[in-house]
T-cell receptor, first 110, second 117 residues
Framework: KQEVTQIPAALSVPEGENLVLNCSFT??????LQWFRQDPGKGLTSLLL?????REQTSGRLNASLDKSSGRSTLYIAASQPGDSATYLC?????????FGSGTKLNVKP | DGGITQSPKYLFRKEGQNVTLSCEQN?????MYWYRQDPGQGLRLIYY???????QKGDIAEGYSVSREKKESFPLTVTSAQKNPTAFYLC????????????????FGEGSRLTVL
């Protein structure tokens, strides 16, 4: 069964810093990997989707990379802002079932 | 606007009662999913459906039931057999359907919070 781990569990940074969130998974035979943002009490908002054949995806200040062979993905957030404060989750698509990490809770201080 | 609608947003249940959570999507997606989220934990899969009139158990299906009579709708019933039903329930859909590989993006509703009194 696929196991997904996210490190760190929580992160607090001053505004303007660049930061990296990590996601690892145990079985490299995945279809895709997706990064989400979750605000308190809300559903998940999709940020980036990386297909298994891709190495990275970019959207604005966000860049996600995927290394299937090592079972790792990173989400890079440039020039962080207080509005980026949320929980970030990664999910891997493993034979039409999606497995989630426990998330990284990010706090960006003004 | 296209999206996923979950209702109710908040629900209170007495012990011994069954309750049904609604999930409707207008994205024309084949696949739909139900997840449970507990504080400080990741999402756990309850049930999923790749096509109308077919669904499969996820990792924590005990005490739950679903139906998929229409493509747009995937209701979840939390039965009295579910020992610890207080949680945040999330419905999702993707375009992958029953034809592999599913390379579709996963979209979520706003969630339903169930509390057992």
């Amino acid at each position: 069964k696929q196991e997904v781990t996210q490190i760190p569990a929580a992160l607090s940074v001053p505004e303007g810093e660049n930061l990296v969130l990590n996601c690892s998974f145990t079985d490299s035979a995945i279809y895709n990997l997706q990064w989400f943002r979750q605000d308190p009490g809300k559903g998940l908002t999709s940020l980036l989707l990386i297909q298994s054949s891709q190495r990275e995806q970019t959207s604005g200040r966000l860049n996600a990379s995927l290394d299937k062979s090592s079972g790792r993905s990173t989400l890079y957030i440039a020039a962080s802002q207080p509005g980026d404060s949320a929980t970030y989750l990664c999910a891997v698509n493993d034979f039409n079932k999606f497995y989630f990490g426990s998330g990284t809770k990010l706090n960006v201080k003004p | 606007d296209g999206g996923i609608t979950q209702s109710p947003k908040y629900l209170f249940r007495k012990e011994g009662q069954n309750v049904t959570l609604s999930c409707e999507q207008n994205l024309n997606h084949d696949a739909m999913y139900w997840y449970r989220q507990d504080p400080g934990q990741g999402l756990r899969l309850i049930y999923y459906s790749q096509i109308v009139n077919d669904f499969q158990k996820g990792d924590i299906a005990e005490g739950y039931s679903v139906s998929r009579e229409k493509k747009e709708s995937f209701p979840l019933t939390v039965t009295s057999a579910q020992k610890n039903p207080t949680a945040f329930y999330l419905c999702a859909s993707s375009s992958g359907g029953s034809s592999p590989p599913n390379t579709g993006e996963l979209f979520f509703g706003e969630g339903s919070r169930l509390t057992v009194l």
